[in-house]
């Protein structure tokens, strides 16, 4: 059974830090080019950032260019958004995606950034 679990969110203030973490199993994780997306109330679901299978090259929307970095450690099956300088724009809820042949969603985990 493909999962993907996201942790680490909360309630911050604006300009603290937060690490973000999903972990995969029941697939191939190395195989998968993981991203980060965000939905804020009312608002569309927004890329956030991507990082590649091995090679490790990163993406970023430019909204976080700067303040978000992206990470994986394939030995454990897991993705990282490390969050600094947060802004209440950045008030949404957060879900790592999966993609390969399969696209592959959790659950998210909510972000809340006070003024």
């Known amino acids: 059974q493909v999962q993907l679990v996201e942790s680490g969110g909360g309630l911050v203030q604006s300009g603290g830090s937060l690490r973000l973490s999903c972990a995969g199993s029941?697939?191939?994780?190395?195989?998968?080019?993981m991203r980060w997306y965000r939905q804020a109330p009312g608002k569309e679901r927004e890329f956030v950032a991507e990082i590649s299978k091995v090679v490790v090259s990163t993406n970023y929307a430019d909204s976080v260019k700067g303040r978000f970095t992206i990470s994986r450690d394939n030995a454990k099956n897991t993705v990282y958004l490390q969050m600094n300088s947060l802004k209440p724009e950045d008030t949404a809820v957060y879900y790592c995606?999966?993609?390969?042949?399969?696209?592959?969603w959790g659950q998210g985990t909510q972000v809340t950034v006070s003024s």
């Open positions: 029941g697939f191939t994780f190395s195989n998968y080019v």
């Open positions: 995606n999966a993609i390969s042949r399969n696209s592959y």
